[in-house]
């Protein structure tokens, strides 16, 4: 006998939203349980480049690209060894009045304030102008040329400016025989990285050059080999560090590492070292954004790849470079950071996204890692659950996992990394950034941290490029 058909009613609904949450609103008002699906159409709604998208998906030659430019960064073994003047690694920075700058070109005329302010920092630490006036003037007469840290193996922190003096460490992979370089971390708070100005920022830059680069090379050198930036970074993951917002864990071991080696070279500044280096808890950003850096340009250039190999910020504009198109940039309109402000200091005085330290998002770190790191969302009232749901959604847009670089939140994991244009274009999801927050004007610095995303307009104008 067959038993009577059950009234489809009878018990509370349960329904499926696709997409738009809003339709949810009104079976859940009438007591059903809705389980959201978080859809979006391919290529924003585009017709034309979703369809395009279609057809670049799943073919042979673009798959073999990308796991050739995957397998060259992951191979790349980033050992710290050296540390020099600017200007005598990079020669065009000690040949002409040069200025390096985070981000994809900005002119003087179009630069944010934060960046503005680092500029006359710069030139008032070279020598260039006697007074800030001085320096504004200078930079605005066409005097100073800018380039982007990218365009010379080279990426810096917030407003990125390098200038001939300031020590860059060096950071190679011996078996590709690549080098990247960047600046060394001043510390929190008042720096020239977020635009701030005044005796305390430039006294502890000229000591940065005359005292901690030469003390940190010699230390470097007496070691028995280079420090193998990956094994450090590998061990802070497992410590809560997602190494771009939070190195704590990662500047201690490599305080460590090189502590005896600089307590031995005091007459250089060693000691000095120790001091400042015990309170600089974001120390390692640096290091983790040159290692990540030269592993990128290890996956840089290979035809068809639709990798991304640089996302970075000039607090104007954000840009992607691909390592299948070349040195070309894919830009967009920066975007608010999401945060937690210092007192007195809200959304309001909140510069744009700025910086090349998104480096390490493309690498497999900061917003990719952040289910190793909980305590980053804090910044933003999240939860170790919100952590672990990032990690698990960047890891829907990227082309693979580290060997390495293991999350403790997923289960051991490895950490997503390799960033795919297409997957970006056809799932919508915009990659999350973990990043520092500077005051809109120029001369007052760091007001916060939090979390902010990579625009899709930079992936879709980069598909838009790809031949077929």
């Not at 193998?228 to 771009?244: F, I, K, P, W, Y």
């Not at 290890?298 to 970075?312: I, K, N, P, R």
């Not at 945060?339 to 330290?357: E, M, R, V, W």
Request: hydrophobic letters at 45%; proline letters at 7%.
């Amino acid at each position: 006998m067959t038993p009577p058909a059950r009234p489809l009613l009878a018990a509370p609904p349960h329904v499926v939203n696709i997409g738009v949450e809003e339709f949810a609103a009104a079976p859940r008002a009438a007591g059903a349980t809705v389980t959201r699906i978080d859809w979006r159409p391919p290529a924003a709604g585009d017709t034309r480049l979703a369809a395009k998208l279609a057809r670049l998906t799943a073919r042979p030659d673009i798959e073999a690209a990308n796991a050739t430019a995957l397998r060259r960064v992951l191979d790349v073994q980033p050992l710290w060894t050296d540390v020099r003047p600017a200007g005598e690694l990079i020669p065009e920075l000690a040949g002409e009045r040069l200025l390096l700058h985070a981000g994809p070109p900005v002119a003087w005329e179009r630069m944010c304030g934060p960046m503005r302010a680092a500029v006359v920092g710069a030139a008032l630490l070279e020598g260039w102008a006697a007074t800030e006036d001085e320096a504004l003037r200078l930079a605005g007469s066409g005097a100073v040329r800018f380039a982007p840290c990218h365009h010379h193996d080279a990426v810096g922190p917030m407003a990125g400016i390098v200038s001939a003096s300031m020590p860059l460490m060096v950071v190679e992979d011996r078996a590709s025989g690549l080098r990247a370089y960047s600046n060394l971390n001043e510390g929190q708070g008042r720096c020239l990285r977020y635009g701030a100005l005044g005796d305390d920022v430039m006294r502890r830059l000229r000591w940065m050059g005359e005292r901690l680069g030469p003390a940190l090379r010699a230390a470097l050198r007496s070691l028995p080999e280079p420090v193998n930036l990956r094994t450090v970074t590998a061990q802070a993951l497992q410590m809560g560090d997602e190494c771009h917002s939070r190195n704590t864990a990662a500047s201690a071991l490599l305080t460590r590492e090189l502590g005896p080696a600089l307590a031995r070279h005091a007459d250089l500044g060693g000691i000095e070292a120790l001091d400042f280096l015990r309170d600089n808890n974001y120390w390692f950003l640096n290091f983790s954004m040159a290692a990540s850096k030269l592993a990128l340009m290890a996956g840089h250039g290979v035809e068809h790849s639709t990798l991304v190999t640089a996302f970075a910020r000039n607090g104007v504009d954000v840009g992607i470079r691909v390592s299948g198109l070349g040195d070309a940039w894919f830009t967009a309109p920066a975007a608010p950071v999401d945060g937690l402000y210092f007192a007195g200091y809200g959304p309001d005085d909140a510069n744009p996204d700025i910086g090349d330290s998104a480096i390490t998002e493309t690498h497999g770190l900061g917003g990719f890692a952040l289910a190793a790191a909980p305590a980053i969302v804090g910044f933003v009232g999240g939860t170790p659950e919100r952590a672990r749901r990032i990690s698990a959604d960047m890891a829907t847009i990227t082309l693979g996992r580290h060997r390495d670089y293991r999350l403790s939140g997923l289960d051991f994991a490895g950490s997503p990394v390799g960033i795919d244009v297409r997957k970006v274009v056809d799932t919508g999801l915009e990659p999350v950034i973990t990043t520092g927050i500077a005051h809109r004007e120029p001369g007052i610095g760091q007001i916060g941290a939090g979390l902010t995303h990579a625009p899709l307009s930079c992936f879709t104008g980069a598909l838009d490029a790809f031949e077929e």
